[in-house]
């Protein structure tokens, strides 16, 4: 027995989309815009805009994509920076949150250290 023939961008009887019949983004069913979770803004930039290039920061290899207005779901290419982590940690402001822990830790451990 062979397979019932479906027409593109049909459903078959089980609801399923025929061969050919493309799904992608707004196409589908499932798509969310702009209500898509962080996490999921963050995927569908990594698939539409591979690292290419050096860091637009310091010129070393770039692998980070950096949201310049913090909106993750912002993924307008010219909201886009390519950095390096070290970069991308200071635009995030990262590496001053490590360095005040830092500098915190070693006050703590000069006053218990000299009681
Ligand atoms: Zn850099």
Do not use: Y
């Amino acid at each position: 027995m062979t397979a019932p023939t479906i027409k593109p961008g049909t459903r078959d009887a089980l609801g399923r989309f025929a061969p050919g019949n493309d799904q992608r983004l707004e196409k589908n069913g499932h798509w969310k815009g702009d209500a898509v979770s962080p996490e999921a803004a963050r995927d569908r930039l990594k698939r539409r805009m591979p690292i290419h290039g050096p860091c637009e920061g310091c010129g070393a290899k770039a692998s980070d994509r950096h949201h310049k207005d913090g909106n993750t779901r912002n993924n307008d290419p010219s909201n886009i920076a390519q950095l390096c982590r070290r970069c991308h940690m200071k635009a995030d402001g990262r590496l001053a949150k490590i360095a005040a822990m830092d500098a915190w830790r070693s006050r703590r451990e000069r006053k218990v250290g000299g009681r």
